[in-house]
């Protein structure tokens, strides 16, 4: 199964934080969207494994992606070892996504820094011949994807360019309120965290309102490229 993007984030909730609208723009413009959840997110403070995972499918249901993924790797310990980049070089060599999307590499989580490194090595290693991996015991071919783009998490970053997500943008709300255990409930028992407080989804909403600013638009999620981007036309970018 190929799939035109994988979007990768260090824990379930990442993706759809930083970038969901996009993908929720990608999956209506019929392109086909994975989001690989490198660990379960079992360290955080509010909900269990079980209960995270429940709120991951059913917040990719909420975005109509093609699949979601698990690689499984501990929380608070994302290794940048051989077997987790072959982990990883098996996803990307299996799925051939076209573009990549994974964090930033100067981020408050170390784990998101962690993530950008796994992920920049996995995606250039998947292109070596000579490095061999298997998928479900068969051979797998080199593959390397044509471009990847960087997220906006808690650091910000110049972009490179916004992708305006005005249209799809309920579909972003929508996706946050299936994960109930890691934000706002006044009904909850659970230690309060950064992520819990009332304020914290409001300043989410207020960030993508604040880039769509920047391109005339009402909600707009940045991302960076570390190399230039081509355009056959100039009226491409208008």
């Given at each position: 199964?190929?799939?035109?993007?994988?979007?990768?984030?260090?824990?379930?909730?990442?993706?759809?934080?930083?970038?969901?609208?996009t993908?929720?723009?990608?999956?209506?413009?019929?392109?086909?969207?994975g989001?690989?959840?490198?660990?379960?997110?079992?360290?955080?403070?509010?909900?269990?494994?079980?209960?995270?995972?429940?709120?991951?499918?059913?917040?990719?249901?909420?975005?109509?992606?093609?699949?979601?993924?698990?690689?499984?790797?501990?929380?608070?310990?994302?290794?940048?070892?051989?077997?987790?980049?072959?982990?990883?070089?098996?996803?990307?060599?299996?799925?051939q996504?076209?573009?990549l999307?994974?964090?930033?590499?100067?981020?408050?989580?170390?784990?998101?820094?962690?993530?950008h490194?796994?992920?920049?090595?996995?995606?250039?290693?998947s292109?070596?011949?000579?490095?061999?991996?298997?998928?479900?015991?068969?051979?797998?071919?080199?593959?390397?994807?044509?471009k990847?783009?960087?997220?906006?998490?808690?650091?910000?970053?110049?972009p490179?360019?916004?992708?305006?997500?005005?249209?799809?943008y309920?579909?972003?709300?929508?996706?946050?309120?299936?994960?109930?255990?890691?934000?706002?409930?006044?009904k909850?028992?659970?230690?309060?965290?950064?992520?819990?407080?009332k304020?914290?989804l409001?300043?989410?909403?207020?960030?993508?309102?604040?880039?769509?600013?920047?391109?005339?638009?009402a909600?707009?999620?940045?991302?960076?490229?570390?190399?230039?981007?081509?355009?056959?036309?100039?009226?491409?970018?208008?």
């Amino acid at each position: 199964m190929k799939l035109d993007v994988l979007a990768i984030g260090a824990h379930p909730d990442d993706i759809e934080l930083s970038c969901s609208a996009t993908v929720a723009k990608l999956v209506k413009q019929g392109k086909s969207v994975g989001i690989l959840d490198l660990t379960d997110g079992e360290l955080g403070t509010r909900g269990t494994r079980a209960i995270r995972l429940k709120e991951a499918e059913e917040a990719a249901a909420v975005l109509g992606i093609t699949e979601r993924m698990r690689l499984k790797l501990q929380d608070g310990n994302i290794e940048v070892n051989q077997p987790n980049i072959r982990k990883l070089m098996q996803v990307i060599r299996h799925y051939q996504p076209t573009v990549l999307l994974f964090p930033h590499w100067q981020e408050r989580h170390p784990d998101h820094e962690h993530a950008h490194r796994l992920c920049r090595e996995a995606w250039f290693y998947s292109g070596l011949e000579k490095i061999r991996t298997t998928y479900n015991g068969k051979k797998q071919e080199p593959f390397r994807p044509a471009k990847y783009f960087h997220f906006m998490q808690k650091y910000e970053f110049t972009p490179s360019f916004i992708v305006d997500v005005s249209d799809v943008y309920d579909v972003k709300q929508r996706s946050l309120e299936a994960f109930s255990s890691q934000f706002y409930n006044p009904k909850s028992k659970e230690r309060e965290t950064m992520l819990s407080s009332k304020l914290f989804l409001e300043s989410i909403r207020a960030r993508d309102m604040h880039y769509g600013s920047l391109v005339n638009v009402a909600y707009g999620e940045p991302f960076y490229s570390i190399e230039p981007l081509g355009v056959k036309s100039f009226f491409n970018v208008l």
